[in-house]
């Protein structure tokens, strides 16, 4: 044989075997019988009693039923494929498919989603639907295809409050001093220090070892995260200040989306989108039912005037001036 020859038969041979490794990493490969049909791996860092994870849960059963099973998931909860951040650069990298992290946690990947983290950004709840379902929503999702990331759907993660081991925290002027375990993002450091507290970034997975362990004197969240990590074992002042709403992102690596068809893509963002309706009517009702939980065992919901936050963290706006979040936040105002 033509020696060009044989050398271009084993260097196809060897892309193709690649590109199949490559193929079965990424997207869990085909099922067990043997099939066309393709996993998704989904891997998120939420227990499996929360709202978020049964969103997903419902996004999985009907990919699977509009897909008349040949694209299906795998969801990987609790933080067993590691940290949000580890989860993001697996998407990066390909080794993962999927996963569904706090907007805040992908601030250092895609700075512009930072916004999400300025305090008292939205007048309410509808301010913020607005948002996120209209244009400014729409590109946000999409911004961050080039570092390998496209986004799905948003899902809600309500709005975030503090909550304290030692002592209730009733006034801005409580959290002088005191350690607040925060994301990773430069927006949670900012707000903290503005606020006088010691800002602490660690990953959610670590954070009830380091309450228990007085690491931190307090974090801040929304309810059913709360309940749901049993944050409230070693909290038992809750501050209902509502201080941001941080939406959580579902996303897939970009080279997953790549190699699905037309009518794949279609039916992974049908079931996104379907199951983002059914997790906001679910979190209204969890939310209640997280507080109602947590009070039973014996947490506090401090009396706070959410005003006095506010006014507290306001010389924040005024620090975006000329940077990157400056023209979304005030398209964000302007509701365009
Ligand atoms: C929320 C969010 C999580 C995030 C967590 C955190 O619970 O849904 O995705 O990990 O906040 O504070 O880190």
Known sequence: MNKSVSYFS?????????????????????????????????????????????????????????????????????????????????????????????????ESFIPELGIFGVPYLFDDESHFWEVLEGKIGRELLTIGRDTGLVGLCYYDAGSRNFYSAKKPIRTPEDLKGMKIRVQNSRMAIAMIETLGGSPTPIAFGELYSALAQGVVDGAENNPPSFESSRHYEECKFFTPDAHTRVPDLLMISSAVWDTLDERERSWLQQAADESAVYQRELWAVKTQESLANVQAAGVEIVDCDPRAFQAACAPIMATLQGSLLEPWLERIQKRN
């Open 10 to 106: 084993l260097g196809l041979l060897v892309g193709i075997l690649a590109a199949s490794a490559f193929y079965a990493l990424i997207s869990g490969g085909r099922d067990s019988a043997g099939s066309d049909n393709r996993i998704l791996k989904l891997a998120h860092g939420l227990d499996t009693t929360h709202p978020v994870h049964m969103g997903m849960e419902r996004m999985k059963e009907r990919l699977e039923e509009l897909s008349g099973g040949r694209l299906a998931i795998d969801i990987y909860p609790s933080g067993v494929l590691g940290s949000e951040v580890q989860c993001i650069e697996q998407l990066q990298s390909g080794e993962l498919a999927m996963t569904k992290t706090s907007t805040a946690a992908m």
